[in-house]
C-alpha cells in the first residue's frame, strides 16, 4: 500500500474530487453568462477602437508581434473562441492589462465578437 491509499479510500477520494468540482462550478461563469444579449460585433468595434486599437491596430500587437489577433496566432495559442477572448479581455494577461473592472460584461462579450470576426475575415483595413 502507497501511503496515499492508507489515508484515503477509493470512494472517499472520489467523494472529494466530485464535491471540489462543485464547489469550483458554483459562481464560476463565462463572462458572457452575465451579458444583457447576444454578442454584438458592430458594438464591439466600438469598444476595440476606445480602448484596444492602440496597441491591436488591424489586429497587430506593437508589443508582441507574435502575440497577435490575426487567425493564426488566436489558434496557435488556443485563443479562437469566444471563452477565451472574453477571459483575457476580463483578467489580462502579461503585459496587457485586464479591462473586467473597466467594461461591462456586455462590452467584453461584444469586443471577443468582434475580434473573433475580424481575425476569419483576415483583419481587413
Known amino acids: 500500500m502507497t501511503p496515499w491509499s492508507k489515508r484515503y479510500s ?6 472529494l474530487l466530485i464535491s471540489g468540482l462543485l464547489i469550483l462550478s458554483i ?3 463565462p463572462v458572457w453568462a452575465q451579458a444583457d444579449s447576444s454578442p ?8 476595440f477602437a476606445a480602448n484596444c486599437a492602440g496597441c491591436h491596430a488591424q489586429g ?14 488566436l489558434q496557435r495559442y488556443h485563443m479562437d473562441d469566444l471563452e477565451a477572448i472574453a477571459t483575457i479581455v476580463t483578467q489580462g494577461k502579461m503585459p496587457m492589462s485586464g479591462y473586467g473592472d473597466r467594461l461591462s460584461s456586455q462590452e467584453i462579450y461584444d469586443v471577443a465578437a468582434y475580434v473573433l470576426q475580424q481575425a476569419e475575415a483576415g483583419w481587413p483595413s
Open 10 to 15: 477509493l470512494p472517499g477520494a472520489i467523494a
Open 27 to 29: 459562481g464560476v461563469s
Open 40 to 47: 454584438n460585433p458592430d458594438r464591439g468595434a466600438v469598444v
Open 60 to 73: 497587430g500587437n506593437i508589443i508582441r508581434r507574435g502575440k497577435s489577433l490575426k487567425q493564426r496566432a
